[in-house]
């Protein structure tokens, strides 16, 4: 089913994200969430 695909990769994309942040500061995290979302702003 398609629509169960897109919501696996959703989950995995999500799943290996937060794996990314789990070592690192949560100030460091939310600075660099935060730098991204100016950047994806930007574009748009």
């Known amino acids: 089913n398609a629509v169960e ?3 696996r990769e959703i989950k995995r994309r999500t799943s290996s994200f937060s ?3 789990s070592h690192v500061d ?3 995290a ?3 969430l935060q ?4 950047w994806w702003n ?3």
């Open 5 to 7: 695909r897109v919501f």
């Open 35 to 38: 730098s991204f979302a100016v």
């Open 26 to 28: 949560p100030a460091t």
């Open 42 to 44: 930007s574009l748009n």
């Open 19 to 21: 794996n990314s942040f």
């Open 30 to 32: 939310e600075t660099w």
